[in-house]
């Protein structure tokens, strides 16, 4: 475990140790996430980096990272704890078979952590060999209204409820970190009770740091023609606009193709690295792609 870093810049400088290039907003509320005990509240398109920030905050710190995916139908005991039912039967047939099996204290024994399976919530509450988790709760727009509900226990006060066995609550609370894609908006009650930050596509000189980082086996003169693509890209009228995970993704397909310099053809080829839609690619096919081409060239160009 490492020390929680003690200013803006040094929280910079361990995202960075971890390949995560960000700028000093977004430093600052991870900074006062830390420093404040809140969970951070991360909200953008898809593949701007939000779950990436988890990850290298763990990594960096030394935690461990326990991760709740949501999607849609995810119920409280998915997400916190659910009993071994299949235990629990062996373990009363088990009894029968001996005879004289008391049933009080059969049913006290199978209600006890032996028979529970811990979920993350569960887990991020208990203590852990590195020091409070990073607890991250990717893409909450996919759950309902009723599990934001549940949620607001877990976040004010970091502490769950099983039935069968009480309260638990954390004896150090998590580092919590929530993602949205904004599918669709998440309630007030639940934002309320976090820090918050839009995660926006980054400028052409910080995306070129991020390729530099994540894809550092891509020639410069290469990653700076991906970039000026992606970034005129996304100026277009597209279904899905291509990420940062895109461009990193395509920047490595590109090298293992042992690309030198984009042209048309090698676009038409690999646009399946950068857009998952066909309609979209569909649009890019021909012309296009040249023109987008010719556009990001001549942004490169020295004034």
Known sequence: MREVPATIDAVQQMLAGQAYVCGRALATVVFLALK????????GEAGVGKTEVAKALAAGLGRRLIRLQCYEGLDAPSAVA????????????????????????????????????????????????GGAPVLLIDEIDRTDEPFEAFLLEALSDFQVTIPELGT????????????????????DALKRRCLYHWVQYPDFAREIEIVRARAPEAAEALSREVVAFVQRLRTEDLFKKPGVAETID???????????????????????????????????EGSEARRILAEAR???APA
């Not at 404040?36 to 909200?43: K, N, S, V, Y």
């Not at 042992?258 to 309609?279: M, N």
Request: hydrophobic share 50%.
């Open 36 to 43: 404040l005990g809140r969970p951070l509240f991360l909200e």
């Open 82 to 129: 659910e009993w071994n039912f299949a235990a629990q039967m062996i373990a009363i047939r088990t009894a029968e078979a001996a005879g004289g099996a008391d049933r009080d204290a059969l049913r006290a024994e199978l209600f006890t952590e032996d028979y529970l399976i811990a979920r993350p919530l569960l887990q991020a509450m208990r203590p852990q060999p």
């Open 168 to 187: 638990i609550r954390a004896p150090e609370p998590p580092i919590v970190i929530l993602t949205s894609n904004r599918t669709r908006e998440v309630h």
């Open 250 to 284: 395509w920047a490595k397909c590109l090298v293992a193709l042992d690309v030198v310099t984009l042209s048309p053809e090698v676009i038409a080829d690999t646009l399946g690295a950068i857009l998952k839609y066909q309609d979209d690619i569909q649009r890019l």
């Open 298 to 300: 001549a942004a490169l």
